[in-house]
């Protein structure tokens, strides 16, 4: 139990529409990762947000775009979805002080695209 | 390029003796990190075992410990005692430093599928 939770768990949309997902990190976490993982193979790092400002990006189109909020909440829009764009979302949080620090992953939203 | 390398798609053990999973990495940076991760098939990935580019002994905890060899750039994990739970996908994973700031990010492998067999 990391204490980091998403939601929701599973999600089915189609081409073309826009999907927002949400992360709750650990309590007292002050920077939240977003990851996209297609099947069969490793989580690719999307964006992450520190103290609620983004902190740096993967090779990402621009549709997609996340929040940070004050309480360390955090969410991941994705617009104008494509087919690709299916996949297992995860988000992580950590915290982050004098240097990086482990990250802490919440269960995933499982994102299908008809 | 910071990259990851896991040459093993799927492993089999016995239930109660030691595996290596392998892990290699490639990076230029003379300071990173190096992680495991366990993705059962619920989707979450569960942090197993962290090793420092600068630590003198492999790290270990509890049946999981990492064979950390600097000059071979090779990170792998073994599991001792091995249990039906341990079945799930293995990912090794390294923190790339100085990325512009977002010193967190992480890149992965893609995994090995370990089988524990009663």
């Known amino acids: 139990e990391t204490g980091v939770t998403q939601s929701p768990t599973h999600l089915i949309k189609t081409r073309g529409q826009q999907v927002t997902l949400r992360c709750s990190s650990q309590s007292g976490h002050n920077t939240v990762s977003w990851y996209q993982q297609a099947l069969g193979q490793g989580p690719q790092f999307i964006f992450q947000y520190y103290r609620e400002e983004e902190n740096g990006r993967g090779n990402f189109s621009p549709r997609f775009s996340g929040l940070q909020f004050p309480n360390y909440s955090s969410e991941l829009n994705v617009n104008a979805l494509e087919l690709d764009d299916s996949a297992l979302y995860l988000c992580a949080s950590s915290l982050v002080l004098a240097g990086a620090e482990t990250q802490y992953f919440g269960p995933g939203t499982r994102l299908l695209v008809l | 390029a910071q990259k990851i390398t896991q040459t093993q798609p799927g492993m089999f053990v016995q239930e109660k003796e030691a595996v290596t999973l392998d892990c290699t990495y490639d990076?230029?940076?003379?300071?990173?990190?190096l992680f495991w991760y366990k993705q059962p098939s619920s989707g979450e990935m569960i942090f197993l075992i962290y090793q420092g580019s600068y630590d003198q002994q492999n790290a270990t905890e509890g049946r999981y410990s990492l064979n950390f060899q600097k000059a071979r750039k090779s990170a792998n994990l073994v599991i001792s005692a091995s249990q039906l739970g341990d079945s799930a996908m293995y990912f090794c994973a390294m923190r790339e430093e100085n990325y512009g700031g977002a010193t967190n990010k992480l890149i992965f492998g893609t995994g090995t599928l370990l089988a524990v067999q009663p």
């Open positions: 990076t230029s940076d003379p300071s990173y990190g």
